[in-house]
């Protein structure tokens, strides 16, 4: 089983539409999770980290579910802009936070 | 504000040749990280200095090898290099221990012919 797992894409929405992609993760003591956003050929941004209590920027909302070991994003009235893959990251413990493991990302294409 | 600078943006070499990519991270970092990328996959964890020492090492090929310098930036070294290396590569910076918030550079794009 892979550390990192998610959603396979890609998700193709409607502009407006709400979207939610998962992440699962293998090891149970991790502690750290992030979404990174990543356009076509360009570098991974941070979107956002998640915490425990979940947190909203704007339209996009990340949860932590522990009990079930997985992340999620929720998008709310997608844009055109919001067209990219989305990479869930996690910090494992034990290695001082250098080894941060990306997931394989899920693609979403938002349609006019 | 700064960012992470890397060089040569685009490299083109042959098999068998050796490549340097240079990273610069973001002034007061003292965390760089190293990624490969190929097509469609996700970034792959190669190696990371942190204070200037290695302080964590992933998927690195023996033929590759890295340091960090007194001013933090890092240089990756590639010898003989294969086909396969063809990928795009990212420097990544941070401030300090047990973070995920990395700040990337925009990436060596190397073509091995």
């Known amino acids: 089983r892979k550390e990192v797992e998610q959603d396979p894409g890609p998700f193709n929405v409607p502009e407006g539409a709400t979207v939610a992609f998962n992440c699962t993760y293998s090891?149970?003591?991790?502690?750290?999770f992030f979404w990174y956003r990543q356009d076509c050929r360009k570098e991974p941004k941070l979107l956002m980290s998640v915490y425990s209590s979940g947190n909203e920027d704007g339209r996009f909302t990340a949860q932590l579910n522990r009990a079930s070991q997985y992340i999620s994003l929720l998008i709310r009235d997608s844009k055109l802009s919001d067209s990219a893959t989305y990479l869930c990251?996690?910090?494992?413990?034990?290695?001082?936070?250098?080894?941060?493991?990306f997931g394989a990302g899920t693609r979403l294409f938002v349609k006019a | 504000a700064a960012g992470v600078i890397q060089s040569p943006r685009h490299l083109i070499k042959e098999k068998r040749e050796t490549a340097t990519l240079k990273c610069y991270p973001i002034p007061r970092h003292d965390t760089v990280y190293w990624y490969q990328q190929g097509p469609g996959q996700d970034p792959q964890f190669l190696i990371s200095?942190?204070?200037?020492?290695?302080?964590d090492k992933g998927s690195i090929p023996d033929r590759f090898s890295a340091q960090q310098f007194s001013d933090y930036h890092s240089e990756l070294n590639m010898s003989s290099l294969e086909l396969g290396d063809s990928a795009l590569y990212f420097c990544?910076?941070?401030?300090?221990?047990?973070?995920?918030?990395?700040?990337f550079g925009e990436g060596s794009r190397l073509t091995v012919l």
């Open positions: 990544a910076s941070s401030l300090g221990l047990n973070t995920g918030e990395l700040f």
């Open positions: 200095f942190y204070e200037k020492m290695q302080s």
């Open positions: 090891n149970s003591a991790s502690q750290s």
């Open positions: 990251v996690v910090i494992p413990p034990g290695t001082g936070g250098f080894k941060t493991i």
